[in-house]
T-cell receptor, first 114, second 116 residues
Framework: DAGVIQSPRHEVTEMGQEVTLRCKPISGHDYLFWYRQTMMRGLELLIYFNNNVPIDDSGMPEDRFSAKMPNASFSTLKIQPSEPRDSAVYFC????????????FGSGTRLTVV | AQKVTQAQTEISVVEKEDVTLDCVYETRDTTYYLFWYKQPPSGELVFLIRRNSFDEQNEISGRYSWNFQKSTSSFNFTITASQVVDSAVYFCALSEARTGFQKLVFGTGTRLLVSP
């Protein structure tokens, strides 16, 4: 099992540019979660999907953020336009049957917006 | 209101010392889950343990042990005979029935530094 795979591991971009983060969940997992980790706010849930359908996006900070899951094996988190305050580590996690069984996290994408 | 409180920001110990990481949680649900995750310097989040609210039995796994006490809303984590490889940030987390258990709320983490 390859685990949850995120790409890229590091991303440096200029303010105003579009950024796309990618995630491949563990095969067979039916839940996918996007978290953001910052020094100020810690780990916070942005959005989660169940069977490719977005269930709760209340944590998405603003309209500049969007997430999609076109199929069971792929999800994207897009920021357009990016701002320096978006700099953070973004984690993707997947789970079989959801939260009570724990998540498996990816290695994260460290985003720096300059 | 902070749902998961990890009051210890950073703990430094010398190898072979025992160390306890504190976690206090707050919830109005009677059914919930508690977790511990480890974040080593490499950055990934590693699942350590899950406990549901109806199971107050303490658990031991090698050098790791967990003490769950509903009376004090605490879920503390003890590392016995700490090793340098235990150096990491440790997060306690809570998921509640009101969110369908899907939303993990994390504490702010405790950074553990184990020196040789």
């Amino acid at each position: 099992d390859a685990g949850v795979i995120q790409s890229p591991r590091h991303e440096v971009t200029e303010m105003g540019q579009e950024v796309t983060l990618r995630c491949k969940p563990i095969s067979g997992h039916d839940y996918l979660f996007w978290y953001r980790q910052t020094m100020m706010r810690g780990l916070e849930l942005l959005i989660y999907f169940n069977n490719n359908v977005p269930i709760d996006d209340s944590g998405m900070p603003e309209d500049r953020f969007s997430a999609k899951m076109p199929n069971a094996s792929f999800s994207t988190l897009k920021i357009q336009p990016s701002e320096p305050r978006d700099s953070a580590v973004y984690f993707c996690a997947s789970s079989l049957q959801g939260g009570p069984y724990g998540y498996t996290f990816g290695s994260g994408t460290r985003l720096t917006v300059v | 209101a902070q749902k998961v409180t990890q009051a210890q920001t950073e703990i430094s110990v010398v190898e072979k010392e025992d160390v306890t990481l504190d976690c206090v949680y707050e919830t109005r649900d009677t059914t919930y889950y508690l977790f511990w995750y480890k974040q080593p310097p490499s950055g990934e989040l590693v699942f350590l343990i899950r406990r549901n609210s109806f199971d107050e039995q303490n658990e031991i796994s090698g050098r790791y042990s967990w003490n769950f006490q509903k009376s004090t809303s605490s879920f503390n984590f003890t590392i016995t005979a700490s090793q340098v490889v235990d150096s990491a940030v440790y997060f306690c987390a809570l998921s509640e029935a009101r969110t369908g258990f899907q939303k993990l709320v994390f504490g702010t983490g405790t950074r553990l530094l184990v020196s040789p």
